[in-house]
């Protein structure tokens, strides 16, 4: 399976500001997706990071709040704006490479905003 | 609407003992079923069952698929203290290309 690094692996921030989320993968994937967890939550889809073109994003959220580019097929960045305290959760990225292969997930940021 | 329910959303065993996870699913375009563990931030993948490998094995860990249910179990026998963790179910398919539908996790807590 592709392995991904994610960092940064933890950030406190001060609400108002914005905070860049990057993902490294070791080889090119077809598909790379960001997650969020909020506490005691499951996994949610935030948006489908596109290669070349803007990301797909999930009803709820939206490009302003969560910008997100993937310049390439190995690389991505999720980018949390004006943060608030209820921004506050666990940020994960996935990548999948075929329909066989599976999805793998990045080691994760957890973010708090104060 | 697709979702995936998982249960129980926790359980507390104690060494040695046999635990049982379940999942259900109602995913348009399924296309396959996917278990993690997550001890802290990143979901550890466990298996991946399609249409053509509904059953599953890895040591202590197995897992079946029951398409005609929509539903799938994750066995683990011989609890650990290790095993403690969250277990999420995902299900691929849906109106999203390629992404994941999770259920919301079973806590489990293995006692000494």
């Known amino acids: 399976s592709a392995v991904i690094s994610q960092k940064p692996s933890r950030d406190i921030c001060q609400r108002g500001t914005s905070l860049t989320i990057q993902c490294q993968v070791d080889?090119?994937?077809?598909?790379m997706f960001w997650y969020r967890q909020q506490p005691g939550q499951s996994l949610t889809l935030i948006a489908t990071?596109?290669?070349?073109?803007?990301?797909?994003?999930e009803s709820g959220f939206v490009i302003d709040k969560f910008p997100i580019s993937r310049p390439n097929l190995t690389f991505s960045t999720l980018t949390v704006s004006n943060m608030s305290p209820e921004d506050s959760s666990i940020y994960l990225c996935s990548v999948v490479r075929g329909a066989d292969y599976g999805y793998t997930f990045g080691s994760g940021t957890r973010l708090t905003v104060v | 609407e697709d979702k995936v329910v998982q249960s129980p959303l926790s359980l507390v065993v104690h060494e040695g003992d046999t635990v049982t996870l379940n999942c259900s699913y109602e995913v348009t375009n399924f296309r396959s079923l996917l278990w993690y563990k997550q001890e802290k931030k990143a979901p550890t993948f466990l298996f991946m069952l399609?249409?053509?490998?509904i059953e599953k094995k890895s040591g202590r860990l197995s897992s079946i698929l029951d398409k005609k249910e929509l539903s799938s179990i994750l066995n683990i026998t011989a609890t650990q203290t290790g095993d403690s963790a969250i277990y999420l179910c995902?299900?691929?398919?849906?109106?999203?290309?390629?992404?994941?539908?999770f259920g919301k996790g079973t806590k489990l807590s293995v006692k000494p």
């Open positions: 080889s090119q994937v077809t598909m």
């Open positions: 990071a596109n290669q070349g073109s803007e990301a797909t994003y």
């Open positions: 995902a299900v691929a398919g849906g109106g999203s290309q390629g992404n994941l539908i």
């Open positions: 399609t249409s053509s490998g």
